[in-house]
Nanobody, 122 residues
Framework: VQLQASGGGLVQAGSSLRLSCSAS????????MGWFRQAPGKEREFVVA????????WYADSAKGRFTISRDDAKNTVYLQMNSLKPEDTAVYYCAAGGGRDVYAETEYAYWGQGTLVTVSS
């Protein structure tokens, strides 16, 4: 599976942004899809994940109430809708596909996109 993330950019605090992650290959629907982010000088961290079939989602505390993940298996695409953005959301955002035993762990994700930069100005 090859993943391509897009949709990042420079926005003001309080704005919204939608990231997309397109996947190649016929097995997209079999994977848990996640978004992680890495802020400057910090380790990469879990943001949100969506289960196979889209029946369940998991959110980091920082994302709850502001971010929404969705997936369209017909289009091999997962989305991250980010609302009420804050300067602390500034990071490179990565999409990932994995097996899902522990959706919060990077090691559970076998495939990664290249990342898309989100910059939120105050």
């Amino acid at each position: 599976v090859q993943l391509q993330a897009s949709g990042g950019g420079l926005v003001q605090a309080g704005s919204s942004l939608r990231l997309s992650c397109s996947a190649s290959g016929p097995t997209f629907s079999r994977y848990v899809m996640g978004w992680f982010r890495q802020a400057p000088g910090k380790e990469r961290e879990f943001v949100v994940a969506r289960s196979v079939g889209g029946f369940r989602s998991w959110y980091a505390d920082s994302a709850k109430g502001r971010f929404t993940i969705s997936r369209d298996d017909a289009k091999n695409t997962v989305y991250l809708q980010m609302n009420s953005l804050k300067p602390e959301d500034t990071a490179v955002y990565y999409c990932a596909a994995g097996g899902g035993r522990d959706v919060y762990a990077e090691t559970e994700y076998a495939y990664w996109g290249q990342g898309t930069l989100v910059t939120v100005s105050s």
